[in-house]
């Protein structure tokens, strides 16, 4: 039995939400506060999280930031506010969607059962292909989905190595950004491709060298010379 975690402060939402879940044969936790949802968060196994932007004490972004340090599984942000760049930060801290408020019970449900089923497709399609990505000073071991540059192991957020494996394993080819969402992010982008940009840029930070290609009008290429 997959078990979520429901971080949100307004307890009738948070209710309900559960017996929408629990109908659909999940176990459901609810913390109202960020404190308690942050460390029953880290303290537990739990297979989706879903994240109240808007906490009285601790807000969706800091957890998010901090539960992406040690944690990879799907994060879903709810929230009442509908500016894009809300979405984008939410979503480059490590989040992998973003609800908003108010919304259908039925499509929060439809939305952690296509998370789950995609995290579980990506893990099992990584895992089954085994062989770590080498290039010069990088190696990505997509068993453990870890990434070193030079030796020093890089602490990458899932969406971040998701989005690095899935260049670094299509070599020297060009995709779009709305390829690259749909791809990665298992939705058609529906104008969230500038989330590609944001990943993009902290990836490119944290492994400082022109692996990954920027084709001016097209896409991006993760470009791997013969040498």
Known sequence: MKRILLIEDEKGIA????????????????????????????????????????LPDIDGYEICR??????????????????????????????DDYITKPFDPAELVARIKMHLSRYERIKG???????????RDLRIQP??????????????????????????????????????????????????SGTVVVHLTHVREKVPMDYIETVRGIGYRFTMLNE
């Not at 029953?40 to 196994?45: G, L, V």
């Not at 992406?68 to 979503?91: C, F, H, N, S």
């Not at 399609?125 to 290039?135: C, E, F, L, P």
């Not at 890089?154 to 394993?169: G, I, P, Q, R, W």
């Open 15 to 54: 209710n309900i939400e559960r017996d929408y879940l629990e109908l659909e044969g999940f176990e459901v936790q609810i913390e109202n506060n960020g404190k308690s949802g942050l460390q029953r968060a880290e303290a537990e196994n739990f297979d989706l999280i879903v994240l109240d932007l808007m």
């Open 66 to 95: 901090r539960l992406r340090k040690t944690k990879d599984i799907p994060i879903l942000m709810v929230t009442a506010r509908i500016e894009k760049i809300d979405k984008l930060r939410g979503l480059g801290l490590g989040a």
């Open 125 to 135: 399609s990584t895992a089954d292909n085994g062989v770590d990505i080498v290039y």
């Open 143 to 192: 068993l453990s989905r870890r990434v070193f540059f030079k030796g020093e192991e890089v602490a990458l957020t899932a969406k971040e190595f998701d989005l690095l494996y899935f260049l670094a394993s299509n070599p020297n080819r060009v995709f779009s950004k709305d390829k690259i969402f749909s791809e990665v992010w298992g939705m058609q982008p529906y104008g969230d």
